[in-house]
């Protein structure tokens, strides 16, 4: 278990000193450099030059790409021209709203596709398995933004039970708490309904899978419950390409987050990337990426030694 965890952890390091310099090229590839991208219309030889000179984009390439490192090594991220705030500083509220919003619908997804997956592996092929697929079906295929929008017109424009937008101020004297989480609900409630339908089929199918096994019938010979099977065994062993799935769906999750932020105007790390890619606010972006980027390989790190616990006989070789 223990080898398996550095040889993943390895593999993970490998792939963020890759992304890293992913974006660290991808930036300097831009159509005349940065400095034209930060500049848009207002670019003249003069300007880049002088934002070249500030930014140290006069430098040699592989000398840039050393003190870029050096500034991710320090927390330095760049400098947004939009807020003109430090990136790392600007980052912190943004990307805990995200955390706290992305932790709550993935956790409840994840028992939701649990319980689902449980019914339509046990009544695999009968209506109840097949009513679970229209659901899972309806809502895989609807658009982030569809789902987000019915969803503020029946509970918040016609009911006017629950905000359409915005956040409460954790940072406020006396933060309420009950205002904060009215404001979660429905960001929280569209990004589980549109993750929970592909998890939930293709756990219902590892399900029915391990159902058929030899290990199921020997058990039911012995006279063993099928509830205990079920609970004891078969989840166990079914939770394994579910938590793989989890970890691979992260940029996906994310990737639909960035429209349900801006739906419901959110201030996370979505409606962040939004704004500032209307704004052209690059060095934002590319600290984003970044994060992302850190955040789906620490994903799939977490994804391997989870399976690793409930199966020790993985090498992931």
Same mark, same amino acid.
């Given at each position: 278990?223990?080898?398996?965890?550095?040889?993943?952890?390895?593999?993970?390091?490998?792939?963020?000193?890759?992304?890293?310099?992913?974006?660290?090229?991808?930036?300097?590839?831009?159509?005349?450099?940065?400095?034209?991208?930060?500049?848009?219309?207002?670019?003249?030889?003069?300007?880049?030059?002088?934002?070249?000179?500030?930014?140290?984009?006069?430098?040699?390439?592989?000398?840039?790409?050393?003190?870029?490192?050096?500034?991710?090594?320090?927390?330095?991220?760049?400098?947004?021209?939009?807020?003109?705030?430090?990136?790392?500083? !600007? +980052?912190?509220?943004?990307? @805990? =709203?995200? %955390?706290?919003?992305?932790?709550?619908?993935?956790? $409840? #997804?994840?028992?939701?596709?649990?319980?689902?997956?449980?019914?339509?592996?046990?009544?695999?092929?009968?209506?109840?398995?097949?009513?679970?697929?229209?659901?899972?079906?309806?809502?895989?295929?609807?658009?982030?933004?569809?789902?987000?929008?019915?969803?503020?017109?029946?509970?918040?424009?016609?009911?006017?039970?629950?905000?359409?937008?915005?956040?409460?101020?954790?940072?406020?004297?006396?933060?309420?708490?009950?205002?904060?989480?009215?404001?979660?609900?429905?960001?929280?409630?569209?990004?589980?309904?549109?993750?929970?339908?592909?998890?939930?089929?293709?756990?219902?199918?590892?399900?029915?899978?391990?159902?058929?096994?030899?290990?199921?019938?020997?058990?039911?010979?012995?006279?063993?419950?099928?509830?205990?099977? !079920? +609970?004891?065994?078969?989840? @166990? =062993?079914? %939770?394994?390409?579910?938590?793989?799935?989890?970890? $691979? #769906?992260?940029?996906?999750?994310?990737?639909?987050?960035?429209?349900?932020?801006?739906?419901?105007?959110?201030?996370?790390?979505?409606?962040?990337?939004?704004?500032?890619?209307?704004?052209?606010?690059?060095?934002?972006?590319?600290?984003?990426?970044?994060?992302?980027?850190?955040?789906?390989?620490?994903?799939?790190?977490?994804?391997?030694?989870?399976?690793?616990?409930?199966?020790?006989?993985?090498?992931?070789?």
């Amino acid at each position: 278990m223990m080898g398996m965890v550095l040889r993943r952890a390895a593999s993970s390091c490998l792939s963020v000193f890759i992304l890293v310099t992913l974006v660290f090229f991808m930036a300097h590839l831009t159509p005349g450099g940065p400095a034209y991208s930060i500049l848009g219309q207002k670019a003249t030889l003069a300007s880049v030059a002088q934002v070249n000179a500030r930014l140290g984009l006069d430098q040699p390439l592989l000398k840039q790409y050393g003190i870029w490192w050096w500034h991710l090594a320090q927390g330095q991220l760049g400098y947004s021209y939009l807020l003109n705030r430090p990136v790392s500083a !600007l +980052l912190w509220g943004y990307e @805990r =709203n995200t %955390l706290i919003f992305y932790s709550i619908a993935i956790f $409840l #997804s994840t028992v939701l596709a649990i319980l689902l997956g449980l019914i339509q592996g046990v009544y695999f092929n009968r209506w109840q398995a097949k009513l679970i697929g229209a659901f899972q079906l309806g809502f895989y295929a609807a658009p982030p933004f569809f789902v987000a929008a019915m969803l503020v017109l029946w509970f918040s424009v016609q009911a006017g039970w629950l905000p359409a937008s915005g956040i409460t101020n954790l940072r406020a004297e006396h933060p309420s708490l009950g205002a904060y989480a009215a404001h979660l609900v429905l960001p929280v409630i569209t990004v589980t309904l549109l993750t929970v339908s592909p998890l939930s089929r293709y756990f219902g199918e590892a399900v029915h899978e391990e159902l058929g096994k030899d290990y199921v019938r020997t058990a039911q010979a012995k006279g063993v419950g099928f509830t205990r099977i !079920l +609970l004891a065994h078969v989840l @166990r =062993n079914a %939770l394994r390409p579910l938590v793989t799935m989890l970890g $691979l #769906s992260f940029p996906y999750i994310f990737t639909g987050g960035v429209i349900v932020e801006s739906v419901f105007n959110y201030p996370g790390l979505g409606w962040l990337m939004w704004r500032s890619a209307l704004s052209q606010d690059y060095p934002v972006l590319i600290a984003i990426v970044l994060v992302i980027g850190l955040l789906t390989v620490i994903g799939n790190l977490l994804a391997d030694i989870v399976n690793g616990l409930l199966d020790p006989r993985a090498s992931y070789e």
